[in-house]
Structure formats: C-alpha cells, structure tokens
C-alpha cells in the first residue's frame, strides 16, 4: 500500500507535540515535528489554558508537514472544557483542572445538592458527611465515574454558582480535544472517551445524565451528540487550510482523551487486560466488557472512563514520576546535576526495601529531601541520607502503591495475571522491575509514545489501514520494541508490601 502520513497532536499538562506517523504497511515510524510549552495561567484568582497560543502552535505545526497529510487527530488531559455562543464564538478562556476554586469544599456543595435525601440542612458534622457520601453514591451509580474535585460537573457547579454571566452566554459545551477540532473543522460534537472524564455522562446507558444536568440546573442543550473515535469530520477549514498550506486534510476524531490514547497503544492481544499508564501521573486500569459498580468501587475511586471503541477502562489515579521529577529538581538545585538514568544507578547500589511513603500525600512541590526524611523520621523508618537512598525510596513505595492499587482491582481480573506498561515510563527500567517484584506478576512494556502512537492508530484505522486487534498488534509489535519483566524477590517484597500498608493505619 501506498504510505500513509497522518499528524497526531498530543497535548499534556504543561507541554505538546505534533507527532507524524508514516505507516507503510507494515510498521509505523515516528518523528517529532513540533514541540511547545504551554502552561496554565492565573488571571483574577482563577486558572485557564491559552487557547489561542496552543492554536497557534498546532497551526505552526501543521505548517512544518512538508509531507502530505491523510489525517490529523487530537488529544488532550480530561474534564476541561470551552464555552461557545450560539454564534460559534468562543465566551471567555477555558478553565484549568488546576483552578484552586476546584476544592473538596466546591465538590462536597456539589454532592449535598445532589443527595436524593436532601439532608444539606443538617445540625452536625456527622449528618453532614452523611449527605455527602449519599451524594457520591447517588452520582456514581449515575454515572459511573469517581467523584475528583476537578471532575467537569464540579467545574460547572462553580460556574453555576459564582460565574452565572458566563454560562448565560453559552450555547454549547465542548470537551477541550472536541473545542480544538471544532476550531479547525467547524464541527460540534463530543467523543466518548472525553465525554467519560466529565461525570456528567452516564456510562451505563451512554447518554448523558439528565438526573444530574436537571438538578443541578445546567442545560440539557449544551451537551452534543457523543460518538465513538474514528469519524471524519471532514476537511480542515479553508481559512485555516490557507494560513497553514495544508489541502485536502481530513480532521479525524481520536480518542480525545490522552489516556484512552495511551490504552489504545497496549500490545495486548486479549480482549480484557490490565495496563499502566506510567507518566508524570500514572493510570492503572484494566480493560474490561462491563462497568463495575458497588460500594468497593466507590470507596477505591475506581471510575469507568471509555475506550476509544466504546468500552469500558475502569481507572485508578496515582501520582507517577512526578515524584521523581520533583526530587530531581531538588537535586539541581543544591548543584547536584543528575539524568534520570544516573539517578536510576544510584538507587539500584541501595540497600533494598528500607523505607518508603505513601506516594500520594507527596503531591505538592517543595523540600522533597527534606520531606521524605522526615516523614520517615516520624514513622519510625529508617532516614535515607544518600541520593540514591532518596530515589530509591520513592520508586520502591511507587511499586508498592501499584501493588495495593492493583489489590483493588484484582476482585475483577478473571484472565491471566499480567500488566501493560506504556508511557515514558518504560524507560526507567528500575521501577518496572520493581513493579513486576511488588504485584509478583510479569510486566510487559509497549511504546514510550503511548498517548501518540494511539491517536495514530486510531486514524489509522479510520482510514482503513486495519480492521481487526490482531492486525493492531502486529503493527505494534512492527514498530516498538518491548521488554518483559519477571518478578523477584518474592517474599522479601511481600514483607516490604505488608510495612507499607502499615503506613495507612497511621
């Protein structure tokens, strides 16, 4: 077959890229076209993206393919979303996930409001939380999704309530990737896997939970139509054609959120399987035919977002190498300049198993040296003096943060017991060893490019490059190397695991 060339853009938190994929028919090759950094800003005590300078920097991308294009796709964070007048005017900059408004006190407003027992009235601390928790349970089995203080539902909630002008204005809501699309198609619509990150869709029925928009006084009308990833939205607008020298370019829908994406990249052959997505944040999940419901699923924050083809990913967050990363600024700032890589060398000279966090009270910038040492100071650990000592602490207590989040999903897991790992990190080679040590399970890693390398499969697939899993697969296994991790070490890290749970009676 003739090459393909389609450029998927895949914007993060604080940085995008355009990434080009030509695909032969065989195999996919990769190359970074553009690069930018973006960054949330604070404008009036409230945190909002820059919509105009990441259009900008997409169209500057979209100038630097000299190659011809079949398709280009998007994919960005969850729940964030723009506001658009009946006209198809953009009202205002879209709100950051990041908006310090977005509080468990916002949140818990939100779920009182929602509680079928209405006990929002109530005298004492206990009623109160009562409500809450009916609330959360009321808006789980609604709609599927674990009750995070960003989620949309809370942002619009706020909006509702504090920034009534704005949402008077608006016409519709579009998710952040589908506002992006309609800039450069001039289609309105929501795809699914975007749509599942809102808890405002309701994952059982697929349709948008009216329940919830009702009582909360939201509009029906400014929810499109939620379709599956794949559709054509047809060709890049000819303003916008003409400003970048692109013709005859397809707009094709990927799965607009950037984990969906990082799934699709699983070289899994199976139907179900249970995956990682290892980043700044980490995403375990298990792929699966069905939504899990019940009071376990609420109480670990397990939330049922989609696939790209209309299945369920039921989700749990966890920091990831945000750990690592702040550490390693701490590092460079002290004049002790280290790669990731020599970081990695430290830690493996450490004595193993020593101390460890709970990773997810360490979510904040600061004095992680300083943190760390004394959080195991007041636990009764052993203080890691050393560098590596530091490092190792952290990817150690990661490991066993993935094996306690796997525990909660393990009720469901009825196939063979491996994990998926894709994301930037299946470079650090310490911590999936780590990992396979700590769940007693082999680890199985895919592409470094995850979130890319599934919005491109998702075009690809559109443009009818394959049709079948095992074709994927194949293309996959083509294209990306992997590396199988077997476990070790076995009984010193279930002794290590049962120190760690220690941790959270504390």
């Known amino acids: 077959m003739a090459t393909k060339n389609v450029l998927a853009f895949d914007l993060g938190a604080s940085s995008g890229r355009g990434m ?8 996919i090759t990769l190359e970074e076209i553009h690069r930018f950094p973006h960054n949330f800003s604070m404008l009036n005590g409230h945190a909002y993206w820059n919509i105009l300078s990441l259009m900008d920097e997409m169209k500057e991308g979209l100038r630097k393919c000299e190659t011809g294009l079949s398709g280009v796709g998007f994919d960005t964070w969850g729940v964030d979303c723009g506001l658009l007048t009946k006209e198809g005017d953009l009202v205002g900059m879209p709100g950051s996930y990041r908006d310090p408004a977005l ?27 009562d409500s809450i928790q009916n609330g959360e349970i009321y808006a789980f089995n609604q709609t599927g999704i674990a009750s995070l203080a960003y989620n949309t539902l809370y942002k619009l909630y706020y909006m509702k309530k504090e920034m009534p002008s704005l949402l008077e204005k608006a016409d519709k809501i579009l998710l952040l990737p589908n506002l992006i699309e309609y800039f450069f198609s001039g289609v309105k619509h929501t795809e699914y896997s975007i749509a599942s990150t809102t808890q405002l869709y309701n ?31 047809g060709l890049l607008r000819k303003d916008v054609a003409q400003e970048v020298g692109q013709k005859d370019l ?8 950037d984990t969906a994406c990082a799934v ?7 139907d179900e399987y249970t995956f990682l997505s290892s980043g700044t944040w980490s995403l375990m999940g298990i792929s699966s035919k069905e939504m899990l419901t019940g009071d376990s699923i609420i109480r670990d924050k397990i939330s049922n977002e989609g696939t790209w083809d209309g299945g369920y990913r039921p989700t749990v967050n966890i920091i990831g190498l945000w750990l690592q990363q702040e ?51 007041q636990t009764g650990q052993p203080v890691p003096e050393t560098d590596g000592a530091l490092v190792r602490c952290i990817l150690e207590s990661l490991a066993l943060k993935y094996k306690q989040t796997y525990l909660s999903l393990k009720p469901y897991i009825t196939w063979e017991e491996k994990l998926y790992i894709v994301g930037g990190g299946v470079q650090n080679a310490l911590l999936n060893q780590f990992t396979a040590n700590a769940l007693g399970i082999p680890v199985i890693t895919g592409a470094s490019e995850a979130t890319a390398v599934g919005n491109v499969m998702a075009q690809l697939k559109a ?5 079948t899993a095992q074709e994927k697969c194949n293309i996959l296994g083509a294209s990306f190397d992997t590396a199988t991790y077997e476990p070790q070490d076995a009984d010193a890290w279930a002794e290590a695991y049962g120190r760690f749970e220690n941790l959270y009676e504390k």
């Not at 929002?120 to 601390?125: D, E």
């Not at 009308?221 to 794949?230: P, S």
Request: net charge negative.
């Open 250 to 257: 397809h707009i094709i829908s990927a799965p607009g959120h």
């Open 264 to 270: 699709a990249a699983v070289p899994a052959k199976e």
């Open 327 to 377: 550490i390693r600024r701490n590092f460079a700032a002290a004049g002790r300049e280290y790669s990731f890589g020599e970081m990695a060398e430290l830690a493996a000279k450490e004595k193993p198993l020593q101390s460890f966090i709970r990773p997810d009270d360490f979510m904040q910038p600061g004095d992680y040296p300083g943190k760390i040492r004394e959080y195991c100071k």
């Open 20 to 27: 080009l994929a030509r695909f032969d028919g065989e195999k």
């Open 463 to 467: 443009l009818g490059c394959y049709e």
């Open 203 to 233: 994952m059982q029925e697929k349709c948008w939970s009216q329940p919830i928009i009702d009582c909360l006084g939201f509009q029906r009308d400014w929810f499109t139509d939620v379709d599956l990833a794949g559709r054509d939205l």
């Open 103 to 129: 509080d468990d006190a916002n949140m818990n407003e939100a779920l009182i409001a929602l509680n079928p027992k209405k006990e929002s009235g109530a005298s004492t601390s206990a009623l109160l939380k």
